[in-house]
């Protein structure tokens, strides 16, 4: 049988292919290791990052500039009950507040920083739902009239706060949320997006947000999508630098050290109250002293705490307890009791350089 030029030049790139691959399986193989790379220290990198000059400064801003000419349109679609979404590459958080304080003057505006770990969305609706009562009170002409709330908004449930916010109402009162990263890590989880579309669908409720991961749409399924955040699709390339949302993702080039791990856990701390610093101290101790174990039973630390006044039930406990899990800084796993322990994901030696952050 005779092959014709295709025929043959099918078959030599075929032979030529499984050529290189022996050529190769039979070179020497490289006993290089990822660890054996000599990388910098933290910072060291940051101070090198930081000499780099940015590029392109002036057709950035004039790209952002040239964004300004949408914004009546943006405010129109957002009158109308539609949402924003913007994507694109680059940072979008200058745009997005830039476009809030001059064109949404209107309404009270509430920035959440999607990209940030840890967000309490309880304590954003609340705020949302407090802004909106403060706009119901200066527009009312009878204070009289108006129904009272009975309990604060933080104390009161989720269903509580959805319900207040969409709540029929003649009067036009409006509060804008601006949600840099939907997709980020602290709402990417589908129990948070799914209150995030109740919170957009919500009458009293405009809503714009921005997006950078390339795969966020899957948070979302055909409902979210057009009947509760009534999304309003925009390409804004900024190719801006994504200078804040990048400070707290871990520096690939630097050490993963002990150093760097008992920092990360310092920052999350510092911003919990004195007593739950403590309870963690408690925990940390506990850990360092018995180190063999798979942690430290529950009930062990409620009678450490309660010896040390430190808290008052366990009710109070959980509640410290709750916050360490949702920052990622402790972890639950059952030992061959059957008992409930608590273990701190940090080594040793990053744990008594916590304790030392914690004690100064």
Partial sequence: MEMNDGDNEEFGFSRNYFLAKELRGSGKRSHSKLSDIDVVDEPELIAAASKI??????????????????????????????GLLMYGFGSKKALLEDFASTSLTEYSVVVVNGYLPGINIKQVVAALAELLWDQLKSKRKNPGSSSKVQQPFSSRSMDDLLAFLDEDRTNECFVCVVIHNIDGPGLRDSETQQVLARVASCSHIRMVASIDHVNAPLLWDKKMVHTQFNWCWHHVPTFAPYKVEGMLIPLILAHGNTTQSAKSATIVLQSLTSNAQSVFKVLAEYQLSHSNEEGMPVDNLYASCRERFLVSSQLTLNSHLTEFKDHELVKTKRNSDGQDCLHIPLTNEALEKLIVELSQ
């Fill in 53 to 82: 000059e940015p590029k392109h400064e002036k057709e950035v801003k004039e790209l952002m500039n040239s964004y300004k000419s949408s914004y009546t349109e943006w405010a129109f679609e957002l009158r109308c009950g539609l």
